[in-house]
Structures are given as C-alpha cells and as structure tokens.
C-alpha cells in the first residue's frame, strides 16, 4: 500500500512538472497573441482598372497587411478616372463597416467636399494628393517632381515644342506636376502643349501641327499609354514619364523612355496601409515627409539605389 501510495505521489509530480513546461511554451504564444492588436479591415480604392499600375503599391501594402494585422480589400472602379464610380466604392466600403480606407483620388476636390457624406468618420488616407491637412497623404512633393521632369526634358532639348500629358486632370497631385512642369519650361522660353487639348481631337495630329519634340507623362497611366504607342507616334518624340511599374520599367530599359521620376511604390503601400490602421486603432495622425524621388535615365537604372525602385523583389 505503501509503495503503491509513493508511485501515485511521484506521478503527481512528474504530470505537475510535465504541465509546467507545457504551460512554459505555450505561455510566450498566449501572452503574444494577447498583445496582438485585433485585426482591422482596410479597404483600398483606385482610380485605374490596369493592375499593372500598382502591382509594387500592393506588394508593400500586403506587407503591411502581414505585420500589422490588417485584411485588404481591393477595389477598383469599372472606369477609369471615374469619380462617380470611385464614390460609390468609397459608400459602399462605409456601410460595410471597413475600418479604414486608402484611396488614389480621382477627383481630389470632389472628394474633399464630399468626404463626410462618402464615408464619414472612417479614417481615410490618400494616395498622390493632398485631401485635407487632417487626412493623412502618401505622396512625392509633386511641385519638385514637376520640375524636376521638366528639368530633365531640358537637358535633352533643342528647343521645339514639349507636350504636357496628363489623363487624370482632376487629381490635384498630378495637375500640379503639370503645372511646375510647364511653369520650368516656360522660364526656358520652350513652347508648351497639353493633353488632353481643347483645340486638338487626335494626339497625332498635335504632335505633328505643333512640331512636339518631346512628351511629359506626369501620372503612370499617362506614361505607359506613351510607351504603349511610341511606335506609331509621328517623328518618335522623346517620351518621359513617372512610375515602376514592369511595363515602364522595360520602356527605359529598351529606350522607348528616355527618363522617369521613380519613387518606392512598396513603401508608399506599406505607409499607407500603416498610417490606416493607426487611424483606425485610434493613434494620433503624425505628418509624414513626402516620399523621396529620383529621376533616372536608361542608363542609369541599373545603379545600386535605383535598382531597389525598379526590382524591389531581388535588390
């Protein structure tokens, strides 16, 4: 009796000692997942239905996705440039219940003035332009960024007329390119065009009629559409542009473009995506510095630091 009570005793123990070190594992993952904040949902709305755009936006958006708890949503409307369109996503996310959006505007005064009606308090973050000084944007200076595409149009010119392209008027961040653009030019005594043009239906006709020597793309739809049709643009214009995109990469790779204002796409989503969720968690909104850019030649892309731009995966 004796030893069967001192077998039952030492049983006791080693079941206490072996629960011990169970608890003793498992306690880190239980006290981390404690501390883990709860998942938010974040839903993002762009302007252009070609995913190519943005495929290095999601990339850091998605990233941050992993690290900071948060589920995407991705939404895109069915028509370019379409505010309307963008506004009905933006409702819709709203009475979902999404916790917080981010969004490429298509039309950044229309969506100032009717942020409240669209999605009110939900947290919002934008994309390319500035909403609201409240409103947390991720975006390049574009008034530099104008310039300095204007600047590099300049070292290459002879002096004949450069078209100013731009297929998302409405959005404040790329008008404003446009504007700083044209304003460099104009100082440089170099005669200035714009697309889309009141006074021309077809860009091949303008081209042609104002003697273009070179094209200005300053949003990334404008810059691949450019690329896309060079071959068939009348006397081959010196085409510039903006974006990473593979498409836009290959085009300076092989010429097409002979330079582009690059910017890390990654990082912008993964800021984005953080600046949503510390909204929505109910963190104080902190101003972020403007995105860094660079302009790069074909020549030049393959440099350490522009590498990480254009090949973001294998840099």
Request: charged residues 25%.
């Given at each position: 009796m004796k030893r069967t009570k001192n077998g039952v005793i030492q049983l006791c123990v080693l079941a206490a000692l072996g629960g011990s070190v169970v608890l003793t594992l498992l306690l880190p993952g239980i006290t981390a997942r404690s501390r883990r904040p709860e998942p938010l949902e974040v839903s993002v709305v762009m302007r252009q239905t070609d995913n190519r755009l943005w495929a290095g936006l999601r990339m850091g958006m998605e990233q941050a996705s992993s690290d900071l708890g948060v589920e995407l949503r991705f939404l895109t409307p069915e028509a370019d440039n379409d505010p309307a369109a963008q506004e009905a996503l933006l409702r819709r996310e709203a009475q979902r219940g999404?916790?917080?959006?981010?969004?490429?505007?298509?039309?950044?005064?229309?969506?100032?003035?009717?942020?409240?009606?669209?999605?009110?308090?939900?947290?919002?973050?934008?994309?390319?332009?500035?909403?609201?000084?409240?409103?947390p944007a991720v975006s390049p200076d574009n008034a530099l960024l104008g310039e300095a595409l204007a600047q590099l149009a300049l070292e290459d010119s002879d002096g004949r007329?450069?078209?100013?392209m731009n297929n998302c008027p409405s959005s404040d961040g790329a008008a404003l390119r446009a504007e700083r653009a044209r304003l460099v030019l104009q100082q440089a005594g170099v005669a200035v065009e714009s697309w889309p043009s009141s006074r021309y239906a077809d860009l091949d006709e303008l081209v042609v009629a104002c003697d273009v020597e070179q094209i200005i793309a300053v949003e990334a739809a404008s810059t691949l559409m450019l690329a896309e049709k060079y071959a068939d643009i009348p006397g081959h214009p010196q085409l510039y542009g903006v974006g990473t995109a593979a498409a836009i990469t290959a085009a300076l790779d092989s010429g097409t473009l002979s330079g582009v204002a690059a910017w890390s796409e990654y990082a912008a989503g993964y800021l984005a995506v953080e600046q949503a969720a510390e909204a929505a968690r109910g963190k104080e909104h902190r101003a972020t510095e403007p995105l860094r850019f660079t302009v790069v030649r074909e020549e030049e892309m393959y440099e350490p630091e522009n590498q990480k731009l254009f090949f973001p995966l294998i840099s």
């Open positions: 999404t916790d917080a959006m981010v969004v490429l505007p298509a039309d950044t005064a229309r969506l100032q003035s009717r942020k409240a009606e669209l999605v009110g308090e939900i947290p919002l973050v934008t994309l390319e332009s500035e909403t609201d000084p409240e409103v007329t450069v078209l100013l």
